[in-house]
């Protein structure tokens, strides 16, 4: 009898790695509209404030170049344990910072953190899971991130009361404390079976195997069928491709790169960054009265977007990647579209003491309408594009081609 109860931990350990993820957007989305923030940095303008939110993910993007080499090279447990670190100097950059530039500094190094986690950890969780839990384990990375924008959230409505900037610091540096707890528990946690055996640590693929399926009953027929399985696919892969990054532009990879890049832009061009970091704002200017008033709101969108995450979680294997993605798409789309038109025909645009240009919803039915459709388009992504991103990518390529 197969038990999958040691699986769904390290799986849930390792899914901190999408909490920081989480953490970072919900607590800029809430530090860019702080009073003693705006003050500390003369009341950045929509471009500083783009520049402050953008350094992580141009960091994520180049932690995302070289992840894939560590994670071969350092084994996908090690490329977690480094990535946690990284998170925990970043976070103590930003906390202290004494000037925008090192806050956009600590930004940057948060953001090569991400780089190595959000590509490690679904490739940890997919190697560590057996095919018919596969999709379930890789969604709590996505669960983890919905957490993580859900606390921060909250910690901003609570410190925003802070009449000193210690209202937007201690936000920043909280953000090392589940990090370390990421480290730390990394260090108990096992090396990807599939990593070992290709390494050809095949003793150890086997303990690992036998801890995560059977308790540690390296006998067990089903834990000794899954490593020949993964043997026999790690043989035929070394027979048929060269392993190289070049081998990625070769048929048949090239297709699975195509497709793997391309569901990993789309989950990120639905927009659902532009809708957490700047959703206090979307609110304020919705007519939900006050900043804190706003974040409240926003906090409650937060929850929508956990909430939403858990069908996905238990029935993604069931319904299938693709008609998940179509659906969701619809859903997101309509719902981005009424929300534009709700501001584009209910809202007036002026200018605010900071030339920042701002909307005036004329009508409470407008902003209502605003208001619903940013759930409605958070609990589209939650419930879709938002865990299956995470899932196809980690799942099409094997064993040879994976982390890169």
Known sequence: MVNYGPTYLVSAIASFGGLLFGYDIGVMANV??????????????????????SFFTLGAFLGSLVSGQTADRLSRKRTIILGSLIFVVGSIVQGAAPSRAALVTGRLINGLSIGFLSHTVPTYQSELSAP??????????????TWGIL???????GTSSITSNLSWRLPLYLQAVPAVILFVSMLFMPYSPRWLADKNRDEEALAVLARLRSGGDTSSYEVIEELNMIKEQIKLERETSIRSYGELFRFPIRRRLALGVITQVLQQLTGINVIMYYAPTIFEQAGVGGSNASRIAQGINGVVNMASTIPAILFVDRWG?????????????????????????????????????????KTKGASYVAIVMVYVFVASFAISWGPVGWIYPAEIFPMSMRAK
């Open 32 to 53: 860019l509209t702080m009073d003693h923030f705006k003050d500390f940095f003369h009341h950045p303008s929509s471009f500083g404030e783009g520049v402050i939110v």
């Open 132 to 145: 018919e839990i596969r999709g379930r384990m890789i969604s709590l990375q996505q669960w983890a991130i």
């Open 151 to 157: 606390i921060a959230f909250w910690i901003g409505v």
């Open 321 to 361: 990647r693709r008609k998940t993605l179509i659906i969701g798409a619809i859903g997101t789309g309509t719902a981005y579209l009424i929300l534009a038109l709700s501001i584009a025909i209910g809202g007036t645009v002026y200018k605010d003491a900071d030339g920042k240009k701002q909307v005036n919803m």
